[in-house]
T-cell receptor
Framework: AQKVTQAQTEISVVEKEDVTLDCVYETRDTTYYLFWYKQPPSGELVFLIRRNSFDEQNEISGRYSWNFQKSTSSFNFTITASQVVDSAVYFCALSDLMKTSYDKVIFGPGTSLSVIP | NAGVTQTPKFQVLKTGQSMTLQCAQDMNHEYMSWYRQDPGMGLRLIHYSVGAGITDQGEVPNGYNVSRSTTEDFPLRLLSAAPSQTSVYFC?????????????FGPGTRLLVL
């Protein structure tokens, strides 16, 4: 069965610090996809990244970077030089190819990040 | 494009009342789904649809009904509201498999059941 664990419920950092949000997943499939979403205080869900199980290259986008390690079933998210605007709840999610026509996207419980000025 | 729209934004119900949460998208997406968000539990899938006339259950379907008569609309019905259904509800849509196509979310409906 699919499962996504985000062990860090809440994190507080001071502005300009680096912070890493952990995500551990479980799936029996060899083909699957991992995602990160951001939910700012305004409440909308913003897509950040999608990564497939065959691509273990780390990815960097500005101050954001993602580290995917199949050996430890982890897909961690690092924000470098954090800013107040990074304060949000961050969700890690997983989908695998089911034997039906629909691939469910399963979300972790989320990590609430507060960046203090 | 308006993207994914949801109405109402906020609703208060009494236990036993029924209501329909509306969801519409103008991107011609085949896949639509409903999630509920509760503190500490992330988003949980209620029902989903892979096209007009086709719906199926997600992780937490009890107490909810859906139908998909058009590609654009995917309403969620609460037949007899219970306090346990107090939550924030998100509708989402995408063109195809989540691994290939971005999933877009509506702004959410905050529901309070007294």
């Amino acid at each position: 069965a699919q499962k996504v664990t985000q062990a860090q419920t809440e994190i507080s950092v001071v502005e300009k610090e680096d912070v890493t949000l952990d995500c551990v997943y479980e799936t029996r499939d060899t083909t699957y996809y991992l995602f990160w979403y951001k939910q700012p205080p305004s409440g909308e869900l913003v897509f950040l990244i999608r990564r497939n199980s065959f691509d273990e290259q780390n990815e960097i986008s500005g101050r954001y970077s993602w580290n995917f390690q199949k050996s430890t079933s982890s897909f961690n998210f690092t924000i470098t030089a954090s800013q107040v605007v990074d304060s949000a709840v961050y969700f890690c999610a997983l989908s695998d190819l089911m034997k039906t026509s629909y691939d469910k996207v399963i979300f972790g419980p989320g990590t609430s990040l507060s960046v203090i000025p | 494009n308006a993207g994914v729209t949801q109405t109402p934004k906020f609703q208060v119900l009494k236990t036993g009342q029924s209501m329909t949460l509306q969801c519409a998208q103008d991107m011609n997406h085949e896949y639509m789904s409903w999630y509920r968000q509760d503190p500490g539990m992330g988003l949980r899938l209620i029902h989903y649809s892979v096209g007009a006339g086709i719906t199926d259950q997600g992780e937490v379907p009890n107490g909810y009904n859906v139908s998909r008569s058009t590609t654009e609309d995917f309403p969620l019905r609460l037949l007899s509201a219970a306090p346990s259904q107090t939550s924030v509800y998100f509708c989402a849509s995408r063109r195809g498999l989540a691994g290939l196509k971005t999933q877009y979310f509506g702004p959410g409906t905050r529901l309070l059941v007294l």
